[in-house]
């Protein structure tokens, strides 16, 4: 008889671990999937709307000259502002004075990370969907 009990404990006990371990892989997984790194930007642009929060969380891009922020994302789009008209409260963005970077398709709509500059020194930015 107690070796029945053994068993069954020995069952359960697995069987808690099997799915305390899978919850722990599944939030590995979702944290990893929206974390930033410059490589996952450069090297998997489709998903960079997933870690374009956290890129903003992280970097402070308000006061980064364009060539620190062209050595973190890469090169900008520049088709972007030739296909896309940005505009911010109805204003239209000049297109010296911003770096526009593709974030993919997020439900049927393209977005866009357009960050402003002034003097070759981030200003602002905002997201754009189009």
Partial sequence: MDEVKVK????????????L???LA???IFVYRRTFTAG????VPEERFRIVQNLLDRYKLIGMT???I???LGEEEQYANERTSFKLHSEPIDSENSL????GVSYMDDEWLVILTENKVATGYFIDIS
């Fill in 8 to 19: 069954r404990a020995k069952m359960w006990n697995y069987a808690v671990f099997g799915v």
């Fill in 21 to 23: 371990m899978a919850l």
């Fill in 26 to 28: 599944a939030v590995g």
């Fill in 40 to 43: 996952k930007w450069r090297d």
């Fill in 66 to 68: 364009e060539a620190e």
């Fill in 70 to 72: 062209t050595a973190l």
């Fill in 100 to 103: 526009v970077y593709n974030l």
